[in-house]
Each structure stands twice: as C-alpha cells, then as structure tokens.
DNA sequence: ACGGCCGTAGTAAGCGCTTTCTATGCGCTA
DNA sequence: TAGCGCATAGAAAGCGCTTACTACGGCCGT
C-alpha cells in the first residue's frame, strides 16, 4: 500500500542502504546515484517512516513541553517560544532534517496524574527531551513519582529542562534535570508589595493562585515577606484568598476580601488575569482604581498593558525564558552554572496603583 | 541498557507474546499469567518502546493539532479543548491504554512552509489523525499543496479535521477531509457592523487581519455586505487597513484610520487582541469609548469582557468547536451531513459600542 | 472411550528502517 | 605487475514489538 524504501531502491535501482544514505546524508553517495535515488523519491511521493526509522536508529526527534494550561497565554508564550527553538525543519523533504525535532505540546490540565501519564508516554516515545513548564504541585509523594520518571528519562538519554519551575529535589541527590530555569517569584512578589507599601497601603489584600502549587507559594511568601518587614504580617493570613488562576477567581476573592476587609487599598492578585477580575469585581462595586484601590498582577501578560487602567505588574521574560529552555533542550547552549538560572522578576509599574487614599 | 518486553518475558516466565498480550488486553491471558507478568513489569520498571509497538502494530497514536500562534488564546483555547477529547489516558501503565491517543500541537507561526512541514512530520509519524485550526493561507499553490498531503495523510488513514479553517478545494473533487467546522465568520462581521450601522455610524473603518487569509477575507466581506446593504459601499476600501493579528497592529492601524477620516465615529477590529489596540491609540488621543468612536472586536476571548469599557464583539465557541474537533478526530462523533459544520457566531453587544455622536 | 472444541500459551515471521561489515572497482605507487 | 588504499555500494543482522498460526491440555458430547 504504502511506498517503503524497498520500493524507492527498487526503482533507483540501488539498494535499501543507499537510499537510508542518500536521505539521511551521514555517508558518501556518488552524485549521480543521489540523483537517481531523490528521483525515485519524488516520482513514488515517498515519506520516510517515521517509527520505523526512530526505531532502528534508537533515536526520536520528539521533543515533550508540558503546560499546565494550553489556553493560558503564559505557557502559550513559553511554549511558542520553546517550539521556535526546536521544532519545524526548514527543508521538507523525504529525509529527516539534520538535528530537528518535532516539538510536541502537552496539556495537563495542572492535573498530576495527566502530568505523569504525559511523562511516560514521553518515555514510551523515547523522546529525545522534555521541558517542564510552570509551576509544580506541591504533594511529596507526586514530586517523588515526578523526579522518579524525570531520573528515568534522563537514564534514556533524554535532556530535561525545567521552565519556571523551582528545579526538583532528587531524593538520592542526583541531578537528572539539564537545566532548571526558575522564575524570580518570590522576590518580584516582593518588590511588587513594597512597591505599594511605599504608596501608603497597609491594608492590602492578597489573591493567592491555588494551594499546593509552588508559583503559588513562592509569590506568596514575597509578599509575606514584604508585609512582615513592615511589620503587618499579622495582617497576611486573613486578607489572603486562594483560588485558580482565572479571571472569576480575582472576581470572587475580591468580593469575600471586601467582605473581611471593607476599608482595604490595595489587591494584589495571582496573575494578571486574576487581575483583571479583580478590577471587575471592584468596578462593579464602584470602587475606582488605583483611586480608591490599586490593584496589581503579576507576568505582564500582553493584555495587561492594555487593562484601563493599565496594570502594574511583574514582568517575566517568558519568550526569553521559553526559549532558551528550547535551546537547553536541543542542547544548543550550555547549562548554567550549578544548572540553575534565576530568570529575573521585574516591577512594572503602570496605572493601576496609585498613593493610598486619605 | 533498557527492558524490553523479553526481560519481562523471561522474569514472568512466559514468552514475549503473552507479555504483548496483557499489555494490550486484546487476547485472553489466565489471571495468573496476568498477575506474574505484571508483577514483572512493575519490578523491572518497564516502559513500552512506542516506535517499535507502533511499528509492528502499523498504528500511531499520535494526533497532530496545527495552530498558527500557541500564544494566542484563540488557538489555545481550541487546541486545549481538543486535546482534552484526545489525550492523556487516565491509566498510566505500562501498556497502552486503550483508544488514548498522544495530542501534539504544532506551532506554525502563520508560515506556509511550516505548516507543510509539520504536515510531512505527521505523515511521517503516521498519525492518526490531525487537525487544523484556524484560517488558511490564500495562496493557490499552496493550498493545492495542502490539499494534496492532506489527501495523502487521509489515504494513510489519518482522520483529518478542519476547525475554524474553510473546507479545502480539492482539485480531483475527492473529499479527503473527514470535517470541517467553518465558523462563520462572514455572517458574524455583517451583524457587528449592522449592529454599528443601526447605532447611526456611518464613518466605519475597519482594521482587517493579515491578507490572503480566509479568516480576514470572511471577516472584510460580511463588513462590505453590511456597508453596501447600507450603500456606503464605496467608503470601505479607504477605511480598511490590513495588519497582523496583534495589538500593535491595532495600534498602528487606528493611528492611521484616524489621519484619513478625523471624523470617524466607530472602529471595527479584526480581532479582539487588535481591538484593545485600537482602544489603546483612541484613549492616547483622548477620544473616549463609547462616546466619540465606538470600538468592536472578534472571537469574545476571555479578556474582551475585561476590557474598559468591555469590548463589543463577536462571540465564536472556540472551546466547543476544539472540542467537537477532538471527537470527530478520534472518531467518536459522527461527521456532520456533507462534511461541513457551520460554527456560529453570535454578536454580543457589551460597553465599547453606542450610538454614533451628533 | 474417542473426536472435537475451547481456552491458553508459544513460535516465528515480519513491520520499515539503520548500520556494520564485507565486496568491488579503480587509481596509485613501488 | 603486484599491492594498497580509497570511494562507493550491497548483504544482512537486527531495533522491540505484534500477531497470525500452531500446539497442547482438558472437557464436552455421543
């Protein structure tokens, strides 16, 4: 049914090995029989078989970036960014193009099992790396299994990187990861909240992502932190609100944050779509921000600049980011020392925070 | 170095087949044999070799999901959508789970050769299926060439799906494509700009996506139908610009809509990312929306109804349509009569628009 | 008591490539 | 002219699975 090299060698009239040869160009072939072998391959419309090839060679060209949440622009930038390192050979021909690999996105829904599921398909497939993007469920006994099949991957050859995730702790201390690239949470979490402390806010509200995540955590703790050197960490724990990292979530905490805390001045949210949900919440309540409440995000979304009032946020370089996590996997730049790199968290401040009234 | 299905085999006892057997569940194994052979499994810690199960089965379970930008939420919304009806099996053993497939999503970046060249990996890789997202590119020869490796794919066997993306002609009149869900665009855009149109604007200019895409052309013809019903036909031409689909393109097109008709009262966009662009210029200007220029986007991503004022639009279930995607790739849903689904698109009037001034 | 059938398990032939090893022809040098 | 090395091509042995096809007991019916 289906065109085989057998056939493309019947017709060039060499065979099998010298048609792999001609494809895969890792081994001297007379010009005129390359010829007559590419000839073969576009009169029979031939496409190298891909399992076939992986197969026999030990090698694939998959390529696994793991999201938490595909439609979430925060891993899509990541993963774009990533893939355009990896993935999409130049040349289209019959052969596989020299040292390109098929990047392939998984979604998993910040699910741990599916998360693990995508691991060993990845494993399955022999894939030649895996990137972990985002941040990672806090549950031990997950972490374990996670590092377990990450050390397994890395035992079959495959490259591991981490993006925006706080790099693993191995339980025998090896090192299987390539390469952790961790996002700055914690202090750009801080930089954020002591940049409203200096507005003059001292009730300030916070609108934490969901529990057991480590993003969730780290970005906290800045804040704690922040709030604690000036002395209002008794204040955190009950003006913090945990919930998804979506707009209806900023929406609702915002509204049981009002509740607890009527007189507060400032939000600062998750994320930036959390965010914006915030700003709804507080819009419809006829709260003005920044005048009455400020408001702040975190990533600099694309959007976020365009909210009204635009948001003060923490920029993350995540293009920057996915794309040197793209080029760690492909092996095309060295890992950093120590294999971790600490990818800055800047303040960006924008009109949605303002002095605190009165 | 690895374990492979004989390891298994020799530690349960039994031959490489019935190892394959209990893996796949496809064949009758005493619940004894079952238990020792996975007990086996479980001790050497074997993961299947996909290549050479798919190899010797002459299956893949590899879907491909074309996009053309993963960092924009319109695509990524789709593909997570669709992916949750393909992938991640809830059983992550060892063997494969049944009828689960690996959903790979592949970023072309709007590039024609890219597109071509993801098109060729999958057929390479034998997948199963795959499905494109989004406008097609208007260039003949190579929509011929899609069509060709689409018919090619689908020969193969691959179950081919079009969401969001028009039927493809096909020159031979066969029909490759298992189904299309077209969204219709053309219709949705008319009742934006009637909506307009009925609001008293007369002065509409219009910021059209990038061109030779079918998604700007669809868009750009229900708004022509639309001012012609309303005989400002001829106005159209001079009030239209054409840019990416980003924000900046907004930007800049508003910029430029304005120096050729001050006097306009309202801002169709292509999409809703452009619109927040278009918004951006108009306030920089100080022209307020709604009130001196009305603002309009497309698709109702979830940020337009965050926008200040939020955002008029046209409201495409892209999660629904991803979704739909998903199954009739997997072949759980029936195709639609003819093949071809029309998607709706419903016009959702919000804050950015109101009457025309004056 | 014997043939046949059902339920299990094993044997072995590939799936379509890659790659090592071997063979051949040719132009050199000594 | 014999001997050698180089450039090129072929033969064949897998890569790690799946899946006919075959084999072998035990249980049934008559």
Known sequence: MTVT?????????????????????????AATTRERVLRAVDDLDYVLNGQASALAAATSDLVGILVNDIADPFFGIMAGAAQSQIGGPEGAGAGRAGGEKLAIVCNTGGSPERELTYLTLLQR???AAVILTGGAIEDPEHSAAVAAKLGKLADGGARVVLCGRPPLEFPGGGEAVAAALAFDNRGGARRLTEHLLTLGHRRIAYVAGPVERTTTRHRLEGHRDAMEAAGLGRTVVALTVHGPYDRRSGYDATLELLRREPALTAVVAANDTVALGACAALRELGRSIPDDVSVAGFDDLPFSADAMPALTTVRLPLHEAGARAGRLAMGREAAPAGGI??????????????????
Do not use: K
């Open 5 to 29: 090299l057998a056939d493309v060698a019947a017709r060039a009239q060499v065979s099998p090995a010298t048609v792999s040869r001609v494809l895969n160009g890792n081994y001297p072939v």
């Open 125 to 127: 497939q022999r894939a």
């Open 341 to 358: 790199a600490t990818v800055p968290a800047d303040l960006v401040v924008r009109g949605s925070t303002a002095a605190a009234r009165g």
